[in-house]
Nanobody, 126 residues
Framework: EVQLVESGGGLVQAGGSLRLSCAVSGFTFDRYQVGWFRQAPGKEREGVSCLSSRDGSAYYTDSVKGRFTISSDNAKNTVYLQMNSLKPEDTAIYYC???????????????????WGKGTPVTVSS
């Protein structure tokens, strides 16, 4: 059974940090492109960051560049999202996702993924 289980969300003040984790099971982790989406209240889901399965390149949406860092631990089948300098506009449900095809940076623009987690909420207070 495939599972993507997110953790690490919570309530933080503006300027603070959180580290999200996504533990993956049920498929060969390093053969999938994995990353994070988020959906804020009343807004469409958007791609935040992802890792290429081909060369490990990291991609970010413009609004989080310089503040968020994505990484992975293949031995633990886990992908992380370190979020620093958080802003109220980062408030959203954050979802881990994976695709068997590597789309490079276009992964962030896709709406279909092979697998999704159930999400973890992040609330940034001003």
């Amino acid at each position: 059974e495939v599972q993507l289980v997110e953790s690490g969300g919570g309530l933080v003040q503006a300027g603070g940090s959180l580290r999200l984790s996504c533990a993956v099971s049920g498929f060969t982790f390093d053969r999938y492109q994995v990353g994070w989406f988020r959906q804020a209240p009343g807004k469409e889901r958007e791609g935040v960051s992802c890792l290429s399965s081909r060369d490990g390149s990291a991609y970010y949406t413009d609004s989080v560049k310089g503040r968020f860092t994505i990484s992975s631990d293949n031995a633990k089948n886990t992908v992380y999202l370190q979020m620093n300098s958080l802003k109220p506009e980062d408030t959203a449900i954050y979802y881990c996702a994976a695709s068997s095809t590597d789309y490079g940076s276009w992964w962030l623009k896709r709406t279909f993924m092979d697998y999704w987690g159930k999400g973890t909420p992040v609330t940034v207070s001003s």
